[in-house]
C-alpha cells in the first residue's frame, strides 16, 4: 500500500533559520514523489517533483530511496514560507497530513 | 493563463440534500481528479477520470458519483448528504502522456460545502 508519513504536524522557525521538513513514504515500486504547498486560503500548488531535481523558492528535495524519504529543505527561512505543506506519492496523489510551517520575524 | 475552475465557490445545502459540483480543466488536460479535504484533514483522493472514462477510484463513498463529459468538464454528484460532508472538495487536472508534464496536478481554488 502507499503510504505518506509527515511526522510533524506544525514547525515554527525563526526568518533566515534552516528548516528541514520531513517526509517519508511506503510504496514497493519506483516512487513519484511530489511536494505541494497551500498558503493561507488559497489552492494547493506544485513545489516540487522530485523527478524534475530543480530549487523552487530556495526549496529542494532529495529522493532518498534507502531511506525511502524525500524531506524539504531551504537553507533560510522567509516569512513568506509560511503555509501548508504537504508531501505526496504516486500519480494520484497520496498525500500526507501536513506539515505547517510557521516562519516568525 | 486559464486554471482549473470550480464551481460554485461555496455550497450550503442541509442533511438529506443533494449537491452537484462542477469542475472546468485547464484547456486540452484530458485527466481530472476530485479530492476532498475535511477540516483540519490531508486531501483524499476520491475518483479520477481520463478522456471521459473513469480511470481511478479512491475513497468516494456509494452516495457520490462522478463523470467526465465531452468537454471534459466534470461533475461530482453528492447525495443524501451527511454533515460529515463539510469539506473543501479540489478538483485538478493534468495532460495525459509521458514527459515532464505528465503527472503534474494543477488544482483548483476548491468548492466548500457545508452540510447544516
Known amino acids: 500500500a502507499q503510504r505518506v508519513t509527515q511526522p510533524e504536524k506544525l514547525l515554527s522557525v525563526f526568518k533566515g533559520a534552516p528548516v528541514e521538513l520531513k517526509c517519508n513514504y511506503s510504496y514497493s515500486g519506483s516512487p513519484e514523489l511530489f511536494w505541494y504547498v497551500q498558503y493561507s486560503r488559497q489552492r494547493l500548488q506544485l513545489l516540487l517533483r522530485?523527478?524534475s531535481r530543480e530549487s523552487i523558492k530556495g526549496f529542494t528535495a532529495d529522493l532518498n530511496k534507502g531511506e525511502t524519504s524525500f524531506h524539504l529543505k531551504k537553507p533560510f527561512a522567509q516569512e513568506e514560507d509560511s503555509a501548508m505543506y504537504y508531501c505526496?506519492?504516486?500519480?494520484?496523489?497520496?498525500f500526507g497530513k501536513g506539515t505547517k510551517l510557521t516562519v516568525n520575524p | 493563463a486559464a486554471g482549473v475552475i470550480q464551481s460554485p465557490r461555496h455550497l450550503i445545502k442541509e442533511k438529506r440534500e443533494t449537491a452537484t459540483l462542477k469542475c472546468y480543466p485547464i484547456?486540452?488536460?484530458?485527466?481530472v481528479y476530485w479530492y476532498q479535504q475535511g477540516p483540519g484533514q490531508d486531501p483524499q483522493f476520491l475518483i479520477s477520470?481520463?478522456?471521459?472514462?473513469?480511470?481511478d477510484k479512491g475513497s468516494i463513498p456509494d452516495r457520490f458519483s462522478a463523470q467526465q463529459f465531452s468537454d471534459y468538464h466534470s461533475e461530482l454528484n453528492m447525495s443524501s448528504l451527511e454533515l460529515g460532508d463539510s469539506a473543501l472538495y479540489f478538483c485538478a487536472s493534468s495532460p495525459s502522456g509521458q514527459g515532464f508534464r505528465a503527472n503534474v496536478l494543477t488544482f483548483g481554488a476548491g468548492s466548500r460545502l457545508t452540510v447544516l
Open positions: 505526496a506519492l504516486g500519480y494520484k496523489l497520496v
Open positions: 477520470f481520463y478522456e471521459k472514462m473513469q480511470s
Open positions: 522530485h523527478i
Open positions: 484547456p486540452r488536460h484530458d485527466t
